[in-house]
């Protein structure tokens, strides 16, 4: 039903970095932003040194990251002494081992694949300190008019996708859920770009594409083509609403040398959902001005989607964006375990702390609860 929408490896390329500056403030702004940055728990002084923070993101900056882009505008960062690169990542999972391997303070990745990293190889794994998805969005996109209407119709399938993707990653524990013989899938690892392939299931060269939904989409309607009308989807979801998504998360190191600047990070980011959340369109200006190959047609609609799907669950609207539920997080490792043969369990306090969430009445709500709309 269409209700919306390998192991880790070297990864090529190099990173492009984004750098935070801070804008000029009238007296009353600055005092106002210096009081609010205390309150996070770090001061803004005048003419003080920041602290640089280096964050992988899953991709370059888009519309999903216009929360990030809103709080860079705004001064947030700034305001609580901190210089934020951003580094453009390729993909959620990619992201989660090339922070300690590659030296970044943290990133903005997938929290399957940092269950998976912790049961792999736990030092030096960061931890996940803001959920921002309190739903996956993972998927598999196949052709409206194809023969795939159900998981087990995947068997004897050949499905694409990029090497290091998260959807990949954690297919073994969706399809042990869907009762798949995960053996019988092929898995066609490629470089190429999103919309090609997407396009390679359109033309029937392939059976399916793992991805994000909305990521797929909006690869696809770069080029014009409605991805919603020639695709479904199968999203991991619909069988394990236990997974979280993309969490914020940094390395034990910066956490115990800079627990204070860590807090104040996590603030700026949920005062920049917050603000994003109340007025979409502001939060799409500050990412145009900070994304190159920034597209109205593409980025709004994922904003949207981020905000009315992946960053929707009901149980935000009890305990606020960013926190996360303890039972579906232990259920969830348990099935990560399980399902890819990890040679340890990770424990949930090497997964995700609350420690440096802002207080509750504080954390963003939900835009619309999803399922609320149709």
């Not at 980025?299 to 539920?325: Q, S």
């Amino acid at each position: 039903m269409d209700k919306s929408r390998r192991d880790f490896c070297t990864v090529l390329g190099t990173a492009a970095i984004l750098s935070s500056a801070a804008g000029v403030l009238a007296p009353a702004q600055a005092a106002a932003r210096a009081a609010d940055a205390a309150k996070a728990g770090t001061a803004a002084t005048a003419g003080g040194q920041r602290l640089k923070v280096r964050l992988l993101l899953n991709s370059a900056l888009s519309g999903p990251h216009a929360f990030f882009c809103l709080a860079h505008e705004r001064g947030y960062f700034a305001d609580a002494g901190l210089d934020i690169e951003f580094a453009a990542g390729d993909g959620a999972a990619s992201v989660v081992p090339r922070i300690p391997q590659e030296g970044f303070d943290g990133g903005y990745g997938d929290l399957c694949a940092l269950i998976k990293l912790a049961g792999l190889r736990p030092d030096n794994c960061p931890v996940a300190v803001h959920v921002a998805f309190n739903q996956t969005p993972l998927t598999i996109g196949v052709r409206r008019d194809g023969p795939i209407h159900s998981p087990k119709d995947l068997e004897g399938k050949v499905i694409g996708g990029h090497p290091i993707d998260a959807a990949i990653e954690v297919f073994p524990a969706y399809a042990s859920v869907a009762g798949v013989d995960e053996s019988r899938v092929s898995i066609l690892r490629s470089t190429t770009s999103m919309t090609t392939l997407g396009e390679d299931v359109l033309n029937g060269h392939t059976d399916g594409v793992f991805g994000f939904v909305h990521t797929i989409i909006a690869a696809l309607a770069a080029k014009n083509i409605d991805g919603r009308a020639g695709l479904r989807f199968l999203e991991y979801r619909d069988l394990v609403p236990d997974m979280y998504g993309n969490a914020l998360m940094l390395t034990p190191r910066f956490l115990k040398e800079h627990p204070d600047a860590a807090r104040a990070l996590v603030a700026a980011v949920n005062r920049g959902i917050v603000e994003t959340l109340a007025d979409p369109k502001a939060a799409l200006e500050a990412t145009r001005k900070m994304a190159p190959k920034f597209a109205d047609h593409v980025d709004g609609p994922r904003l949207m989607g981020t905000l009315e799907v992946e960053m929707a669950h009901p149980e935000a609207l009890k305990i606020g964006i960013g926190d996360i539920d303890d039972g579906r997080l232990q259920r969830s490792i348990q099935l990560m375990a399980t399902s890819c043969r990890l040679p340890r369990t990770p424990k949930p306090e090497e997964i995700f702390t609350r420690a440096y969430l802002p207080p509750l009445a504080e954390r963003a709500r939900p835009r619309i609860a999803a399922g609320d709309h149709a």
